[in-house]
């Protein structure tokens, strides 16, 4: 326990003197994050050296070892350096797939050589990578996945298209579902590859979101060769490590309203709305606020919890579904009662008063919550079978 | 503080499941409801509670308890939550011992905390005057004469108060209806010499009476606390009770849940069984997933309550918010995915959905704690 007082006291006064005044409010949203990767280029110098300092101390990736770049940290000290982080308003250092998604699987499946090229740069923010997953016959139905790689000795051939690759203009490399036994069932002849997107035969092609941003794009392949040593784990044995990153992604995805929120949603609605009698002059508005209030705090219990009955081993590996599940739901409910408070103060899309809109276009984003990383619908068969065994149909 | 089980609170968990399968499964309660029995709980039962010490868990142990927290108390209220059990476990052990165990009074302690240990003394709060849970409205009065003090007024819903030994009663003695100042808390005897007791049969056959005090006339040395100034007292008493009941919910949600779960894969209908259609799994999905979140709210409340006792309030507000919200839901499924005969009365369910009822309304419903904790939140 003392142990654990001393690392506070320690990491509140490292952070305290290390963390840029700048970094220390929260994030405006994906294009006020720091993703790294080659083409990156800072939007200040605060940016790059709150990176740089982070990744000095392996607190870009504080759970994983020394010796891949990360920190090293117990279950409780990431607890404790994350609470800090909160109480004095630090944002993170570096987000990335890499970190959220590849890391993990890299660290359970991949080979030594893999996990020594790639993971010291996701840590410190030096390659970027996209996941490229989906495809547009199969999106809920992943494992119906198309995209083919054909074994050409050292190397494999890889044919096809993704679609809704995130940030797939702006990574580096790519982590992909490709088919490499076209005959076995659809779950046994998948694979894992990774491959450089300036590899030739790669391109790709941007698709705008109702929100107006174009985050995510169509991705080609047109006889891109990958060499063997790219492959994770064992041919046509992906399938067990893209349901394994998939709950990396899931965990990450449900937690992501919890954690950008710096206050609270009653403060905003006064603010905006007004008080009569001490009360919001909405009062109906005042309960749905409440009552949100109420499920947002239980939920950021609830991922506490989880991360404590993980470290206990009581966790049930698909509880990233229910985190996924609740917090995207939990998140586009938020979004709702922030609209709602704004009135038609919240609907203006253009201009410097409201930052080109970006009240209302964090809103339109919010809706896909509940469908990038797998659907709400999905995340609830899974619970309904894997969790509560339910039958088949 | 983790937010699972310690290896010791999972013994007593099982300990008091074991108990309970026993002695008190819902036949048990049906038992009582059928007969009409006067008690309206099992007096050896409760004995049997004492020889585990059961009733002192929150006792210290220099008065013979067990010194545990409202964790481990919430344990129990789990438990008592899967089988139903009516027992004066909630109004005993956690109101009662909480006042008496906080009431800084040496002398209260000694007389009354042993006995509750041993299972010899039933003893019970009356608080709420109105149907709505609203303590600060208190308006039963306590009026001083000569070395005491004259209670006049009723109380609604109090806990096992057709059969208490002790009762402490809020009351007011200074101030108006709605002020918090001006509360003080008295104990008083049970039975001949107390209130007017009429039992009330409620719906989940589990036992409250209401009080009435027609110029009762009580000593000085009968007071809890302070003069006037009972108020931190009886919120910290009435937060016990608010996290205690939120942990028996959640035991009679999980208790319906599982079984409704279990229901969806035994029953066929159109060749197949009804845990098949998506419509049904989807749903009991989202329950599963509304009651794991309010597990983890009520377990943080507890140990809130364990580490800063006085500074609870707002995080247990929220668990007891959380689990009137997913505990009826719970028991609205767990009915409706049963079909008609969960509509029977010889069938449990529908007794799930009876005692969360209750368990919503006392100390304060869903709604009660969202608009404390929008006050408390500046809107
Ligand atoms: C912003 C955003 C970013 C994304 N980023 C990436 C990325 O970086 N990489 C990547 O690979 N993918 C990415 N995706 C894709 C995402 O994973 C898919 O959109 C998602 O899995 C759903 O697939 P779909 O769009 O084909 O919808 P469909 O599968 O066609 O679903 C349509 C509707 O049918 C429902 N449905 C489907 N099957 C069932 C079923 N069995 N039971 C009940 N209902 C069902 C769905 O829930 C949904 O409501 C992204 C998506 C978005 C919106």
């Not at chain 1, 050589?113 to 495809?135: D, F, M, N, T, V």
Request: glycine fraction near 10%; proline fraction near 3%; charge should be neutral.
């Amino acid at each position: 326990m003392s142990d654990l007082e001393t690392f506070r006291r320690e990491t509140r006064a490292w952070l305290e003197s290390n963390c840029p005044p700048e970094m220390r409010r929260a994030s405006q949203g994906e294009s006020d994050t720091c993703w790294g990767g080659r083409k990156w280029k800072f939007q200040s110098d605060a940016q790059r050296i709150w990176l740089e300092r982070m990744a000095e101390k392996g607190w870009t990736v504080p759970d994983w070892p020394r010796e891949y770049g990360g920190g090293g940290l117990s279950h409780d000290e990431v607890k404790i350096l994350r609470q800090e982080m909160r109480a004095l308003g630090c944002r993170s250092p570096l987000d990335s797939f890499g970190i959220w998604m590849l890391g993990p699987a890299l660290l359970k499946y991949g080979s030594d050589a893999q996990k020594r090229e790639h993971l010291p740069k996701i840590a410190r923010g030096e390659i970027r990578w996209c996941q490229g997953y989906s495809e547009p016959g199969s999106g809920s139905d992943l494992a119906s996945l198309q995209t083919r790689a054909v074994d050409h000795g050292d190397h494999y051939v890889v044919n096809g298209s993704k679609i809704w690759t995130s940030y797939a203009d702006k990574a580096d490399w790519i982590f992909c579902l490709v088919r490499t036994d076209p005959d076995a069932p659809k779950h046994e002849g998948i694979s894992f590859l990774l491959f450089d997107m300036e590899s030739q035969g790669v391109s790709t092609k941007p698709i705008t979101l109702i929100s107006g941003a174009s985050p995510f794009c169509q991705t080609f392949f047109d006889d891109v060769l990958v060499p063997k040593a790219n492959l994770v784990g064992e041919l046509n044995k992906g399938w067990t490590i893209a349901k394994y990153l998939l709950t990396h992604e899931r965990d990450m995805i449900g937690g992501m309203g919890q954690t950008s929120e710096s206050r609270s949603l009653g403060q905003t609605a006064a603010e905006s709305v007004g008080l009569e009698n001490g009360i919001l002059a909405d009062t109906v508005l005042r309960g749905q606020i409440a009552a949100y209030e109420i499920d947002a705090w239980a939920f950021r219990l609830m991922m506490e919890r989880a991360g404590d009955m993980a470290k206990a081993g009581q966790a049930h590996p698909a509880i990233s579904s229910l985190l996924k599940y609740y917090g995207t739901e939990l998140n586009k409910r938020r979004m709702e009662l922030v609209m709602s408070a704004g009135g038609t103060d919240a609907l203006e899309w253009e201009g410097a008063r409201t930052r080109d809109g970006s009240q209302v276009r964090a809103w339109l984003r919010s809706k896909a919550n509940s469908i990038e990383g797998g659907t709400s619908e999905v995340q609830l068969n899974i619970v309904a079978k894997r969790i509560l065994g339910l039958p088949d149909a | 503080m983790s937010l699972v089980l310690t290896s010791e609170q999972t013994m007593l968990r099982d300990s008091t499941r074991s108990l309970l399968v026993k002695s008190a499964p819902i036949s048990h309660l049906r038992r009582l409801r059928d007969e009409r029995d006067p008690v309206g709980f099992s007096r050896p039962l409760w004995k049997e509670f004492a020889a585990l010490g059961l009733p002192g868990i929150l006792v210290p142990q220099q008065y013979g308890g067990m010194g545990l927290g409202h964790v481990e108390a919430g344990i129990v209220m789990e438990e008592l939550g899967h089988t139903l059990a009516p027992s004066p476990f909630l109004s005993t052990a956690v109101l009662a011992a909480t006042a008496i165990a906080r009431g800084e009074n040496e002398a209260q302690k000694q007389e009354y905390l042993e006995r509750i240990v041993a299972g010899d003394l039933i003893a019970t709060v009356a608080i709420d005057e109105t149907g709505k849970h609203r303590p600060e409205k208190i308006a039963l009065s306590a009026a001083r004469s000569e070395n005491g003090f004259v209670l006049n007024g009723a109380k609604t819903m109090v806990l096992d108060g057709h059969v208490a030994d002790l009762l402490i009663v809020a009351a007011r003695t200074a101030g108006t209806p709605g002020e918090i100042r001006g509360i003080t808390l008295f104990l008083v005897n049970g039975g001949s010499g107390g209130p007017r007791a009429e039992r009330t049969v409620m719906v989940d056959s589990h036992n409250a009476a209401r009080l009435t005090f027609d110029n009762l006339k009580v000593p000085g040395s009968a007071v809890l606390g302070t003069v006037d100034g009972g108020w931190t007292l009886l919120d910290g008493v009435l937060n016990a009770g608010r996290a205690a009941t939120a942990a028996e919910m959640a035991g009679a949600s999980e208790e319906a849940f599982a079984r409704t779960v279990a229901y969806l894969k035994e029953r066929r209908q159109f060749g197949r069984l009804i845990g098949e259609f998506q419509a049904l799994q989807h749903r009991a999905a989202h329950l599963y997933c509304e009651l794991e979140v309010t597990r983890a709210a009520i377990l943080k409340a507890q140990q809130a309550l364990d580490e800063s006792f006085d500074k609870a309030g707002p995080i247990v507000a929220m668990a007891k918010a959380r689990a009137g919200k997913s505990a009826t839901l719970a028991v609205q499924e767990g009915v409706q995915m049963h079909g008609g005969i969960g509509m029977t009365d010889e069938f449990d369910i529908g007794l799930f959905m009876k005692r969360v009822r209750v368990m919503q309304e006392l100390f304060g419903d869903s709604n009660f704690h969202a608009d404390r904790l929008a006050r408390l939140g500046h809107y």
